[in-house]
């Protein structure tokens, strides 16, 4: 059995099943309408495409032991390796085959650019204190 209804927007609902228990409802917009939602949705749909891509943001890549030339300038030959770790830091890889030598390395990577600027000390010292700076700065 079917009955029907006017909606607000000049469309009709289907009313199907029975008369007191709807099990069904049915909306017919007129034919504006859903031209209207259609080119709405398409819209939508096209822009998210057309913008997805746009917005890439590329991250800096920062790797090693950040160094500066005014820690390698405070450096001195005769100090001890305590007193190298409050200027610059422990390195940040022991090297097993040279265990009085110390090496710093930086490494940065704009995320724009994708420019790499690289930095390396390396620090040598006998019996316990500074007896070799080489740098890239």
Not at 114 to 130: H, M, N, P
Request: proline share 2%.
């Amino acid at each position: 059995m079917q009955s029907k209804t006017t909606a607000k927007d000049g469309g009709s609902a289907d009313f199907v099943g029975n008369k007191n228990r709807p099990t069904k409802m049915v909306m017919q917009s007129s034919s504006s309408a859903k031209v209207i939602r259609t080119v709405a949705a398409t819209a939508l749909i096209c822009a998210a495409l057309s913008l997805g891509g746009c917005f890439v943001y590329k991250v800096d890549v920062q790797q090693g032991n950040d160094i500066t030339a005014q820690m390698v300038a405070q450096l001195e030959i005769g100090m001890t390796k305590r007193e190298v770790v409050r200027i610059v830091g422990y390195p940040l890889i022991n090297d097993p085959f040279h265990k009085d030598r110390w090496d710093y390395y930086y490494s940065k990577r704009d995320g724009k650019t994708g420019e790499t600027e690289q930095q390396r000390a390396s620090l040598k010292f006998t019996d316990e204190v500074l007896s070799e700076i080489t740098s890239s700065f």
